[in-house]
């Protein structure tokens, strides 16, 4: 059993994060590979960057008593193995993928350099149809709409992604997180990851994983 990072839908501001450090009111999930009970166990923490600006958070392990595996904690404004905050990436994805504009000025108004912009852009869209199949089964799994798969693979990511988001706002807590801290959290932080993993959700006490598409 190889480490999973778990994400938790954090609806606190960055700074909030940091202020609260060890008390940010962290949940304590079940083990995702064996839905066993996890315990506190130790941390690290990271840097994640906002507007420009480099923070370092903490983020709390989790270890299972009875598979053995610790997991990260990681809060919903960050992707595994980034830098930028979830909304950053989101956001230039959205623009760029979108059809909004290039990723030049998209890594302008987000103040990160082009190549990294360039290599989240790329990345997603890689990712495309295997995201908008993922995000639009979980979209109707929520009652949401169904969602027309689009020859763009970057449209039809970020069309299912609007589907389940908007589907799940209307289950408690998950609106004021935001589409992006929402794609991180049933993703496990791996939207744009190398390596992909099914994303999942948990919605209260429910776990939902969508199919992998063939
Ligand atoms: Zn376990």
Do not use: Q
Request: proline share 8%; with cysteine; glycine share 12%.
């Amino acid at each position: 059993m190889s480490p999973v990072a778990i994400v938790w839908p954090c609806p606190l501001a960055v700074d909030a994060y940091v202020a609260a450090g060890r008390d940010a009111g962290f949940p304590r999930p079940a083990c995702p590979s064996c839905a066993g009970p996890l315990v506190f166990w130790s941390g690290y923490r990271r840097y994640v960057r906002e507007a420009g600006r480099c923070r370092k958070i903490f983020v709390p392990r989790l270890r299972c008593s009875r598979c053995g595996v610790s997991h990260a904690l990681l809060p919903a404004f960050v992707l595994a193995w980034r830098l930028d905050v979830a909304e950053t990436v989101g956001m230039v994805i959205a623009e760029v993928a979108g059809g909004g504009c290039g990723v030049r000025p998209a890594a302008e108004t987000a103040g990160v350099p082009y190549t990294t912009a360039r290599g989240w852009v790329r990345r997603f869209r890689a990712r495309g149809r295997e995201l908008g199949v993922a995000f639009a089964a979980l979209a109707v799994e929520l009652g949401g709409v169904a969602v027309t798969p689009s020859a763009r693979a970057g449209r039809f990511a970020l069309a299912g992604i609007g589907a389940a988001f908007a589907a799940a706002a209307s289950l408690p807590g998950w609106g004021r997180l935001g589409a992006w801290r929402f794609a991180s959290s049933v993703t496990g932080g791996r939207l744009i990851a190398a390596n992909t993993v099914s994303p999942w959700l948990v919605v209260g006490r429910r776990r939902f994983m969508p199919p992998v598409p063939t």
